[in-house]
């Protein structure tokens, strides 16, 4: 386990898995733009079968295979990368040993998106014949993972402050 956590640290890996962020955000609006509609797993407040129906339609058949594409290749990387980096942080930011039990709550936003994810794909492939409860899953698994997502940036918020306080602090005591 040391290994894993040495490697995740490792500022090339960060270096990477950041420039790998980007990349792969910048596919992602390409493809926002492309479908003429918003993707799913970015409704934070959720959806519901009306709205779904309504946005799959904006996308087309050849929209809807693009995202479904998507969401079984891209964005099944993506929560890895990412997820790499925000642990990565969290670690190298813990001002206190016991903070770095804080990097586990990236884990819980990876295994939401990578739910997500196959929930999409399945309700992009099946389109029109979906079910409302398959969209409320949907929904419910998309409102999870904004939680896990807001969790996760306020652990980092909270990190970055203290490791910047205690910089100060030390500054200030050795004035």
């Known amino acids: 386990m040391g290994g894993i956590i040495k490697f995740i640290e490792d500022r090339r890996v960060l270096m990477a898995c950041t420039i790998l962020s980007v990349v792969l955000i910048m ?6 733009q ?3 509609g918003p993707m799913f797993d970015t409704l934070q407040g959720g959806y519901d079968l009306m709205t779904l129906r309504e946005v799959m339609l904006v996308y087309g058949a050849n929209g809807r295979a693009s995202y479904a594409l998507a969401s079984i290749t891209l964005d099944a990387v993506f929560p890895f990368v990412y997820g790499t980096l925000a642990i990565g942080l969290l670690l190298r ?3 206190f040993p016991i903070l770095r039990w804080l990097a586990i709550l990236p884990v819980f936003v990876m295994a939401f998106d990578l739910a997500e994810n196959v929930q ?3 309700l992009l492939s099946g389109f029109p014949e979906i079910t409302e409860a398959a969209v409320s899953a949907a929904s419910e698994t998309t409102q999870m993972k904004s939680l896990a997502v807001l969790t996760a940036l306020l652990a980092l918020a909270f990190q970055l402050s203290l490791r910047l306080v205690l910089v100060i602090y030390q500054q200030v005591s050795r004035s």
């Open 27 to 32: 596919a992602f609006q390409e493809l926002t």
């Open 34 to 36: 492309r479908l003429g």
């Open 93 to 95: 930011l813990a001002a």
């Open 120 to 122: 999409l794909y399945f």
